[in-house]
């Protein structure tokens, strides 16, 4: 056996699980201590709080008599509340008939309805929060795009005989102003309007003086980001990659790149690819991909997966607390309402049920985003949150928007449904958890 090839795919393979146990442990411990943590405020007893499952590899009792555990296979996690049969919260007949009549208020089953409503709604609650706190401080880290539009860095790029310089304020490109970045109509009009030249004349203000310079085309077909396991990941593309040319014709702009690649059809695609000073010849094939449309629908359009963006790196400004978090909540909604609008579309035949994915395909794309840096991983585990926040409110028994369906049927009806009733709907909402998990599975391993 060749182990020198084995052992970087080995490597590859370790980095990636890495990757997906350090991102759903996070997530899945928000969401368990959300559960926790107001079931205390509650009066209701954890026993057992439990990262992983299986084999205990470590454990502590605090000083509220809960066990913290660490276990084999980290793949989830359960709170186990007082009177629980399991780690989905069933209800263990035998013990809370045995349990005494003043230790009955703090079981999960003997609680008032407003404790037991709060503790299983406080989990994906955690998880929306965990979002918008991420969210928030990525922004803040990086700042807005100050206004007007400021020269930072410039990038590495092919482009000769540039005159920008940092701190220079642009004016106009030529001879377009530019707009508000926030203006999306405005900006995609400036860029489609921008020449397709390597270099162009930018009107700017240096130190009080308005100039001229030559400066490189403002947005350039600059790979800024990779999509997990697209055309351009699997193709060995890397950030700060420029694709000089397509099938042999030189290309300038990344509306450029973008239109060739929406006109191929699926045919594949030869690149010329700028990486430091050096030319190298790749050759991928676009994807067909469902995207939001911003009526709320879908359009199935072919791309490559990667995300453009500046020539040099654009002066910014802070963005204040407040702000931030406004944006965060607005991320976190916008990630949401792509989520149900995409399911939607999955189960009305409208567009393909290979964009759900099962733990493969989040296990590579963990991989994917911890590979192209710190910042785009920690923005990953927001919007995994955010699903998993999601998931977990879905009237599935089982999961926790099940159980608040039961209690607001014992909100209407003045009593919960029948033990029996219980363990069926919960043996149904299994046998669904476990069908639409084993679909996911059947996806990663078959979906192009």
């Known amino acids: 056996m060749d182990f020198s090839a084995v052992l970087p795919q080995f490597g590859s393979f370790i980095g990636v699980m890495a990757a997906f146990v350090v991102a759903l442990s996070v997530i899945v411990a928000i ?41 084999a296979l980290p ?21 809370m008939a045995a349990t005494p ?3 009955l208020r703090q079981t999960m089953h003997g609680a008032p309805l407003w404790a037991r409503t709060a503790t299983v709604a406080a989990g994906p609650i955690f998880n929306f929060a965990l979002s918008i706190l991420i969210f928030a401080g990525v922004m803040m880290f990086q700042g807005k795009m100050a206004e007007p539009l400021e020269i930072g860095a410039l990038k590495p790029l092919p482009a000769q005989g540039i005159e920008l310089q940092p701190g220079d304020t642009v004016l106009d490109v030529a001879g377009a102003d530019v707009p508000g970045y926030d203006d999306r109509g405005a900006f995609d009009a400036f860029s489609n309007a921008l020449p397709d030249r390597d270099v162009m004349e930018y009107r700017v203000e240096r130190d009080g003086i308005e ?5 490189p085309h403002p947005l350039p077909p600059i790979v800024t980001q990779l999509a997990p396991q697209s055309a351009a990941f699997r193709a060995g593309m890397q950030a700060g990659d420029v694709i000089t040319a397509v099938n042999g014709d030189a290309i300038s702009s990344f509306t450029q790149l973008k239109n060739i690649v929406e006109a191929s059809n699926g045919a594949p695609l030869a690149l010329d690819v700028w990486r430091e000073g050096e030319t190298l010849e790749l050759e991928l094939t676009p994807r067909r991909t469902d995207e939001p449309r911003a009526d709320g629908g879908f359009a199935t359009v072919w791309r490559i997966g990667i995300a453009g963006g500046w020539s040099f790196e654009p002066g910014t400004e802070r963005m204040g607390a407040v702000d931030a978090t406004l944006a965060g909540v607005q991320q976190t909604y916008a990630v949401a309402a792509n989520s149900l609008s995409g399911l939607y579309h999955m189960v009305t035949g409208a567009i393909s049920s290979c964009n759900m994915s099962g733990p493969i395909g989040i296990a590579q794309a963990s991989g994917a985003m911890a590979s192209q840096g710190p910042e785009n991983f920690i923005w990953f585990i927001a919007v995994l949150s955010t699903a998993v926040g999601l998931l977990n409110l879905f009237p599935v028994p089982v999961l926790d928007g099940g159980h608040l369906v039961f209690y607001a049927y014992e909100a209407v009806a003045g009593k919960p449904p029948s033990d029996g009733a219980l363990r069926v709907m919960m043996t149904i909402g299994l046998t669904l958890i476990l069908g639409l998990m084993v679909f996911a599975l059947f996806n990663d391993i078959w979906c192009p």
Do not use: M
């Open 31 to 71: 969401h368990e201590y959300g559960h926790y943590i107001v079931g205390r405020w509650s009066g209701i007893k954890a026993e057992v709080f439990s990262l992983g499952f299986g084999p205990v590899l470590f454990s502590r009792v605090d000083k509220h008599g809960t066990r913290w555990q660490l276990a």
């Open 75 to 95: 793949f989830g996690g359960y709170v186990k509340f007082l009177g629980d049969a399991d780690a989905a919260s069933g209800k263990d007949t035998d013990a």
């Open 101 to 103: 009549p003043e230790r």
């Open 211 to 215: 100039t001229t310079a030559l400066g």
